[in-house]
């Protein structure tokens, strides 16, 4: 009987889960725009009286919280990422009333003005935050020890190709368009630099979920890891990574198993065969070494790990992995 009641526990908690992670999901994508508690709990299809204290004890923040410190977030990003843009333009952008809201805001989650903030990038860790991750060496290293080789542009697609020398190994860096992929997720909220068992415990969990249903397919389905949180920016005791596989578009989720869409765009794309240790090596390779010089910015959508091998397979153990960072030009 304990069994059974810690079993319909734990059914119960992971439907609660999914239904938040729809409204994450629709914030993040509608950040810019006005957000109802109305509109969030019909997402979440709890009822509004409700919504709140369930949202909060999944989350960690109330909502008001979370809405307004991912809107912030977005607009540090802009704020270095589109130099040209007015901060007055960005607070708009980002879903701010006006300039007096937003400057409240930005101040009470950077404790310091968005323009200092902007001007002044030594600031942008000014909350002592422990940016401890696989991206977060990435604007500090500035690609150590990345020497550059050469640049071609195929003749036939026009994609272009950036080849350098990272330690030994020789890195290609390739700018072309993926289309839309459709995933199933499960979501991570918090740490995860070098805790490997976290990432093979969730992609497990997956799995088990994907087997029986005849979605893990061999040479078809993709396994991905999408972060959605800039750890420079977002505390790490926030940060969402949500670790997928390739679907069908009509695929059905329940629980807390959700489905999402990698959004179709021109991507920059860094082919790399490294140890374990080496992933903060190979961001600070795409986003400290490749991007100030290919003449592309960040946009709005999510960096993500494609593996493309099992390291237990490889003779060397090395992950075979392309770090795909979304661009646009500068």
């Known amino acids: 009987m304990a069994e059974y009641n810690d079993a319909r526990k734990q059914a119960l908690r992971a439907e609660y889960v999914g239904r938040i992670n729809r409204v994450l999901d629709y914030i993040e994508q509608n950040l810019g725009t006005e957000l109802t508690l109305k509109m969030l709990a019909k997402v979440a299809n709890f009822s509004e009286f409700h ?12 909502l008001n919280q979370f809405i307004q410190r991912r809107r912030a977030e977005k607009a ?3 704020l270095i990422g589109n130099p040209a843009k007015s901060i007055t333009e960005i607070a708009f952008d980002c879903g701010f009333s006006g300039s007096a809201a937003f400057a409240r805001v930005f101040k009470e989650n950077f404790g310091i003005s968005a323009s200092e903030y902007r001007n002044d990038n030594s600031l942008i860790n000014s909350k002592n935050r422990k940016t401890d ?3 977060c060496e990435a604007k500090s290293n500035f690609g150590k020890e990345l020497n550059f080789i050469s640049f071609t542009i195929d003749p036939v697609n026009g994609n ?5 020398k990272m330690n030994t190994n020789e890195v290609k860096v390739e700018v072309k368009d993926l289309p839309d992929m459709h995933v199933a997720y499960l979501r991570h909220i918090g740490p995860y630099k070098g805790n490997e068992k976290l990432f093979q415990g969730l992609f497990e969990k997956l799995c088990m979920w994907a087997g029986p249903r005849g979605l893990i397919r061999p040479d078809q389905t993709q396994f991905i890891s999408i972060y959605h949180d800039d750890p420079e920016i977002t505390e790490e005791e926030k940060l969402r990574t949500d670790v997928c596989i390739t679907v069908p578009e009509d695929t059905k989720v329940d629980g807390e198993i959700g489905k999402a869409v990698i959004p179709a765009g021109q991507y920059g794309i860094g082919h790399f065969e490294i140890n374990t240790n080496e992933y903060p090596q190979a961001w600070a390779t795409m986003m400290g070494g490749w991007l100030p010089e290919s003449g592309y910015q960040c946009d709005d959508r999510p960096c993500f790990e494609w593996y493309l091998n099992d390291p237990k397979q490889h003779p060397e153990g090395k992950c075979i992995v392309d770090i795909c960072i979304p661009v646009k030009p500068l």
Do not use: C, D, N, P
């Open 51 to 62: 919504f709140h204290r369930i949202f909060k004890s999944i989350v960690g923040e109330t």
């Open 76 to 78: 540090a990003a802009m």
């Open 133 to 135: 991750s696989r991206m």
């Open 160 to 164: 272009q190709l950036w080849r350098y």
